[in-house]
């Protein structure tokens, strides 16, 4: 069974920084790019940041691009965000997704549930 | 970037009636390459993960019931719930994956009327 587990979440000051980490199984994790979805309390999908299945290439989002870097070790099955130079607005639950890999751009066909990351003084 | 529209912002429909769920994109997502459409449709409901139902905008994923269709081309997309059952209440987002930054659209919430 294919499963994603993350976890890192917690609430952190303004400025602060946090690590998240998305441990993976089922599945051949090098052959899949991954990325960080999140969702703000009561508020629809926002796409963060991607890696293909190397972790040769990497993609943001303008919103976090700078503050956040994605990585991956294929060796452990995990997937990192590290969030540097945190604001109020990146406040939300952050999922770890899978590509579905059918070339192309990245449709998520295996999600975790998510870990809550809460930025506040 | 490419803005994803859905209408409505939320329906609610008897049981066993049809829902139908519509998603603009803000440019065409039609590849000239392959003749693929780069959108897909997710379900979330509460307290869970979304859940892939269609892409290629009209390729059902492995296990998603018939009773969920998707058609549409180009900026033009429609989900369509041909009879309603109560555990499809839920919130349905369409996404782009024809150029980064991937994009998702607004949500619409499907209920029971």
């Known amino acids: 069974e294919v499963q994603l587990l993350e976890s890192g979440g917690g609430l952190v000051q303004p400025g602060g920084s946090l690590r998240l980490s998305c441990a993976t199984s089922g599945f051949s994790f090098s052959r899949y790019a991954m990325s960080w979805v999140r969702q703000a309390p009561g508020k629809g ?3 963060v940041s991607a890696i293909s299945g ?4 990497t993609y943001y989002a303008d919103s976090v691009k700078g503050r956040f870097t994605i990585s991956r070790d294929n060796s452990k099955n995990t997937l990192n965000l590290q969030m540097n130079s945190l604001r109020a607005e990146d406040t939300a639950l952050y999922y770890c997704a899978k590509d579905r890999g059918n070339g192309g ?3 998520f066909d295996i999600w975790g549930q998510g870990t809550m990351v809460t930025v506040s003084s | 970037d490419i803005v994803m529209t859905q209408s409505p912002d939320s329906l609610a429909v008897s049981l066993g009636e049809r829902a139908t769920i519509n998603c603009k994109s803000s440019q065409s997502v039609l590849s000239r390459s392959n003749n693929k459409n780069y ?3 997710y379900q979330q409901k509460p307290g869970q993960p979304p859940k892939l139902l269609v892409y290629w905008a009209s390729a059902r994923e492995s296990g998603v019931p018939d009773r969920f269709s998707s058609s549409g081309s180009r900026t033009d997309f429609t989900l369509t719930i041909s009879s309603l059952q109560a555990e499809d209440v839920a919130v349905y987002y369409c996404q782009q994956y024809y150029s980064i930054p991937w994009t998702f659209g607004q949500g619409t919430k499907v209920e029971i009327k």
């Open chain 1, 54 to 57: 190397s972790g040769d290439s």
């Open chain 1, 45 to 47: 999908l926002e796409w």
């Open chain 2, 39 to 41: 959108l897909a449709w």
């Open chain 1, 105 to 107: 751009g990245s449709v």
